[in-house]
Nanobody, 127 residues
Framework: QVSLVESGGGLVQAGGSLRLSCVAS????????MAWFRQGPGEERELIAA????????DYTDSVKGRFTISRDNAKNTVFLMMNSLKPEDTATYYC????????????????????WGQGTQVTVSS
């Protein structure tokens, strides 16, 4: 069982930046593929970025490509989401998710592929 704790959310003006962190405990971080999801009010939870367990592969949804960067530091059991050029439509609760895997270069799509979740951190972008 792995526990995930997100931090780094907050209020930022459009065009600004935030860096989210997700610390994993209770498991071996390098054994997990990780992802960031977000969910706005009245919306479904959507995957925005995913990273393989060694960090060799990353994938992004189109709406954040070129603005967001997912990365990981396995020595610190931490996954990051650097968010630049933020827009009001990025406003949402952001969740970190994990899935155990033995494959180094695979990322996974869809919330159902991730059994472990953090509690979420709120990101609000003002116009």
């Amino acid at each position: 069982q792995v526990s995930l704790v997100e931090s780094g959310g907050g209020l930022v003006q459009a065009g600004g930046s935030l860096r989210l962190s997700c610390v994993a405990s209770g498991g071996t971080d390098s054994a997990y593929a990780m992802a960031w999801f977000r969910q706005g009010p009245g919306e479904e939870r959507e995957l925005i970025a995913a990273i393989g367990r060694k960090g060799w592969r990353t994938d992004y949804t189109d709406s954040v490509k070129g603005r967001f960067t997912i990365s990981r530091d396995n020595a610190k059991n931490t996954v990051f989401l650097m968010m630049n050029s933020l827009k009001p439509e990025d406003t949402a609760t952001y969740y970190c998710a994990a899935r155990a895997t033995t494959v180094d270069s695979t990322t996974y799509f869809g919330a159902l592929n991730y059994p472990y979740w953090g509690q979420g951190t709120q990101v609000t972008v003002s116009s």
